[in-house]
């Protein structure tokens, strides 16, 4: 039983456009999540996170949303550049001191 | 600044060889973890640890075992590799706190023959 999902496997954008990635959970009473950015042949690196007291956080071009009727998390990069090219993991605190991470989308930014 | 350090990078094993992956992190975090990726997957914890001393098994614990003999360090050992044990295995810490993220290190790519 999936608890955390990421749907779309790959996602491509041109430069300079909106890049919106997804997070679907099951389970509402998970409180604090995160996004992570992987580079081949590299560890995930923190991108942004969010509690669930909030709807949106800001950081930059990145703004991660918290829709929790619909158990849904996103990720918006504006611009989107092709640095940004990268596997983007969501991760959600599933219990105590545990993340529970989705598959991953890879994004791929067109110059 | 190291971070945190994982030492092999790549190993290549026969099935029933054992090994030791070592993390290092030099952050004084309390929490430390060990995590599978294989392709198509998120990552999957297997292991974790809140303090010197202490372990806990996560999602995926069976054929590993852990050790966390000093703050600094989390080793992860496989006793009798097995081809389903094929993956890129990821060590990461944080500081104790409850919105503190996971620090990762760059991965040690395991193949068991």
């Known amino acids: 039983d999936q608890q955390v999902k990421q749907n779309s496997p790959s996602l491509s954008v041109q430069e300079g456009r909106i890049s919106i990635l997804n997070c679907d959970y099951t389970?509402?009473?998970?409180?604090?999540f995160l996004w992570y950015k992987k580079y081949p042949a590299e560890g995930p690196t923190f991108l942004i996170s969010i509690s669930s007291i909030k709807d949106k956080n800001e950081d930059g071009r990145f703004t991660v949303f918290l829709n929790k009727s619909a158990k849904h998390l996103s990720l918006h990069i504006v611009p989107s550049q092709p640095g940004d090219s990268a596997v983007y993991f969501c991760?959600?605190?599933?219990?105590?001191?545990?993340?529970?991470f989705g598959e991953g989308t890879q994004l791929t930014v067109n110059p | 600044n190291a971070g945190v350090t994982q030492t092999p990078k790549f190993r290549v094993l026969k099935t029933g060889q054992s090994m030791t992956l070592l993390c290092a992190q030099d952050?004084?975090?309390?929490?430390m973890y060990w995590y599978r990726q294989d392709p198509g997957m998120g990552l999957r914890l297997i292991h974790y640890?809140?303090?010197?001393?202490?372990?806990a098994k996560g999602e995926v614990p069976d054929g590993y075992n852990v050790s966390r003999l000093k703050k600094q360090n989390f080793l992860l050992g496989l006793e009798s590799a097995a081809p389903s044990q094929t993956s890129v295995y990821f060590c990461?810490?944080?500081?104790?706190?409850?919105?503190?993220?996971?620090?990762f290190g760059d991965g040690t790519r395991l193949s068991i023959l």
């Open positions: 952050m004084n975090h309390e929490y």
């Open positions: 389970n509402s009473m998970f409180d604090y």
């Open positions: 640890s809140v303090g010197e001393g202490t372990t």
């Open positions: 990461a810490s944080r500081r104790r706190g409850s919105n503190q993220p996971q620090h």
């Open positions: 991760a959600i605190r599933t219990s105590g001191s545990r993340l529970t």
